[in-house]
């Protein structure tokens, strides 16, 4: 019943009443933003690029800390969030499943320009938080001419603040709040920043730290814990600006975050706010960013050369409910696994960008990047080894420190090596001030190594039985290619630009991650492509007091790269390049300011996407999934409102916001009845300013207590398990600022 309250309100207000798509900013003053995501500066509203920005001023107005919190309210967006840092973001509905792309993901994700995500299975997805962030840069569509791989559906690129050699500055956070069934721990941050010149004007170093909890909300009654779900951020960012002379400056970034999961998010979904398993799975990870950029005015252009070394780490422990080789499936003696993974991530790029806004702009560069990762799994089970011992003749008699060496029942190591080398360019030509066409392109050279071991054991050969031998594979390839990209461009007044898009993404293939188990496994998988139509338009009305972005768009996916899975009790994974698809759809996005304190946005997206093309699996009902099929995930609607009334004029400056969002349901994986969305989560946020310098935040989030479904991969097993929209949570927020 509370549901179809909430749905009937919804209704009720749709289109009235989240972030909008493109967020305010405090320059220029219109309410537009400057953005890079062509890497030059560029007005958002002049920008032929279907794409959303979110400015750090709007973030923290919205109490974002997480891109849970901000990337849904996005169109064209949805959040496949599951495990807390290696959450993935899928942009217009690009993406065969709804928990972890097996291989390189469909979104490419960076910071300040520097990519996050290595090719592969990602060992972490940093989910930044929004602290002292300029703005976040969301673009939709696949990028490959700019970025190169791993932009199939889009990117996102955080860009954070860095020292300012011109002033001082300093800003403080801290946050306390209260979930529903915390059992009483309380949510609580502390953040703070400072800015200090060395030398006026040419000198600066920048400094924030911050640390955050949320409580955890799921009780776990197998290992006696309510809450148990903890979840610690903390981070620290550093950066050092120098600009020797005027046309120069050097950048110096460093950038930490670790997070720290006591128990995995994931519940039992048929017992609401309940995960039950033998014991806790705690996961942490974390990255550290070095980089150095430099950027040169020259007389003809821009110079700008970076440089960068990113290190992650990720340990996991899952718990499993299966017997294997002892038959005990509760408690410490039940099996589980533990997962470690390591990778480093070398990027260089350079180019060089014209001057001006003549009849001829171009830009010309290269990038590479080596990314060399390291992962080992392995699942134990107390007792093992003794129990194979005192039983020979159930395990074909072979002895305990033959197929258990430990109690360890299975192991997985793979090693990876790719490197990525590129040659990109746009030239655009404006012959009058009204129509400009430009063209752009890349030029990719990648290649991978890979191995993979199944380490024998009790469970290393499965599904052969117990084998006292190791299986694996090895490969080593490479492939070369061109992106292109078209877009036809026209301006007929400086409040009005309308765009048509060509443009290709595509993402890098490598090794299969069960390569040598089972002969029907190929030992690598290929890359697959996309091939994008768009048409845009965004429009300024009433003086600026209405703002249109509007996209129309359709995707064809060639050759998928789709993460299949074995029968039980392993589910082992595998990748299958099989299969098409096609998505199609319309991005909506509007801001109305009807009085000088009253704003509303809305942010709508309606797409269809579905298989084009037969593509099999093995394993599933009729061999594979028909053309017509739903890709996972993939919402047809999804809408988020935002109603503010900001009283700057008035004495305490006070604000009250209301943002709503509606996901449609969804299929969570191929030949899987379960669904997520279908749900309405309405928030509510007021502030007041102290002493000019204070500014005090009070939030309600998930009023009405939602039981939002976000995912549910695997309902195949012995109990169906799925990730949920965080409870009520209300709490309030003290900023300080200089």
């Not at 309410?31 to 690029?49: F, M, N, Y």
């Not at 290595?118 to 602290?131: A, K, M, S």
């Not at 550093?238 to 006591?262: H, N, R």
Request: proline share 5%; no cysteine; net charge negative.
């Amino acid at each position: 019943m509370k549901a179809a309250r909430t749905s009937v309100l919804a209704l009720a207000i749709g289109g009235i009443a989240g972030i909008s798509g493109t967020a305010h900013a405090e320059e220029p003053a219109d309410g537009d933003i400057i953005v890079t995501a062509t890497k030059r500066e560029e007005s958002i509203r002049q920008t032929p690029l279907a794409m959303s920005a979110v400015t750090g001023e709007d973030l923290a107005a919205a109490n974002a800390n997480s891109l849970s919190d901000y990337i849904v309210r996005l169109p064209g967006v949805v959040f496949n969030d599951y495990q807390p840092g290696i959450s993935e973001v899928v942009i217009r509905g690009i993406a065969a499943t709804t928990y972890h792309e097996q291989g390189q993901t469909t979104v490419g994700y960076y910071l300040n320009d520097i990519p996050l995500v290595e090719p592969g299975f990602p060992i972490g997805i940093p989910d930044v938080d929004t602290f002292d962030i300029d703005r976040v840069e969301v673009l939709r569509g696949p990028q490959g001419t700019l970025f190169g791989s791993s932009t199939l559906g889009g990117l996102v690129n955080y860009i954070v603040k860095t020292a300012d050699p011109t002033k001082f500055d300093a800003a403080a956070q801290g946050l306390v709040g209260y979930t529903k069934n915390a059992d009483g721990e309380l949510n609580y941050a502390a953040k703070a920043m400072i800015n200090v010149p060395i030398i006026a004007d040419k000198l600066a170093v920048r400094v924030m730290a911050l640390q955050r909890v949320d409580a955890g909300y799921l009780d776990n009654p197998g290992t006696g814990v309510d809450g148990a779900n903890d979840f610690r951020t903390r981070g620290l960012r550093g950066s050092v600006v120098f600009t020797p002379a005027e046309g120069s400056k050097i950048t110096y970034l460093l950038t930490y975050q670790e997070t720290k999961l006591d128990d995995q998010t994931y519940l039992d979904l048929d017992n609401p706010y309940i995960r039950n398993t033998p014991r806790a799975e705690p996961q942490e990870t974390d990255f550290l960013l070095n980089s150095l950029r430099v950027d040169q005015d020259l007389s003809f252009g821009t110079l700008t050369v970076l440089g960068s070394i990113v290190e992650k780490n990720n340990t996991t422990v899952f718990s499993y409910p299966y017997a294997y080789v002892t038959g005990v499936t509760t408690g410490d003696e039940a099996a589980y696994s533990l997962g470690d993974a390591h990778a480093n991530i070398k990027s260089a790029e350079a180019r060089l960008a014209s001057n001006g806004t003549g009849m001829f702009r171009w830009l010309i560069g290269t990038s590479y990047m080596r990314a060399k990762k390291t992962s080992y799994d392995q699942i134990f089970q107390a007792g093992a080894a003794d129990f194979i011992d005192a039983n020979p003749g159930l395990f074909g008699g072979f002895t305990g420190a033959q197929l258990t060496p430990g109690d360890r029942l299975y192991g997985y190591l793979s090693d990876t090596v790719n490197e990525d080398f590129g040659i990109f360019g746009e030239l655009a030509i404006r012959p009058v001030d009204e129509f400009e066409i430009s063209f752009g392109g890349r030029y990719f050279w990648n290649s991978y190594r890979g191995t993979v071991l199944n380490q024998a054991g009790a469970l290393g050969g499965y599904p052969g039985g117990y084998t006292p031998t190791d299986s694996g594979g090895r490969v080593s390839q490479s492939e070369d290619g061109f992106t292109p990209k078209v877009t036809i461009t026209a301006r007929p007044t400086d409040t009005v630009m309308a765009y048509m898009t060509y443009s290709r993404g595509y993402r890098v293939g490598g090794i299969n991650p069960n390569a040598g188990l089972l002969p029907s496994i190929p030992a690598a998988y290929d890359s697959d492509t996309v091939d994008n139509y768009e048409a845009g338009v965004k429009v300024s009305l009433f003086e600026n007091r209405m703002y249109v972005d509007a996209t129309v768009f359709t995707i064809d996916w060639k050759d998928i790269q789709a993460r299949l899975f074995g029968p039980e009790p392993s589910y082992y994974s595998y990748v299958s390049n099989a299969g098409s698809a096609n998505v199609s759809g319309v991005e909506f996005s509007t801001t109305v300011e009807p009085l000088p304190y009253l704003s509303v946005s809305t942010n709508l997206t309606y797409q269809d996407a579905q298989l084009t093309d037969f593509l099999p699996d093995t394993f599933a009902a009729g061999g594979g999934y028909a053309s017509g099929t739903r890709l996972p995930g993939s919402s047809k609607w999804s809408i988020a409102n935002n109603v503010k009334l900001d009283l700057a004029d008035v004495s305490g400056k006070p604000t009250i916001e209301i943002a709503h969002r509606y996901l449609s349901s969804a299929p969570v994986a191929f030949g899987n009845d379960a669904t997520r969305g279908n749900f309405n989560i309405f928030d509510l946020r007021a502030s007041v300013t102290l002493m000019e310098k204070f500014r005090i935040l009070a939030f309600a989030n998930n009023i009405f207590d939602e039981y939002g479904i976000l995912n549910a991969p695997f309902t195949s097993q012995v109990t169906p398990a799925g990730s949920i929209v965080r409870p009520r949570t209300i709490g309030i927020r003290l900023d300080w600022s200089l």
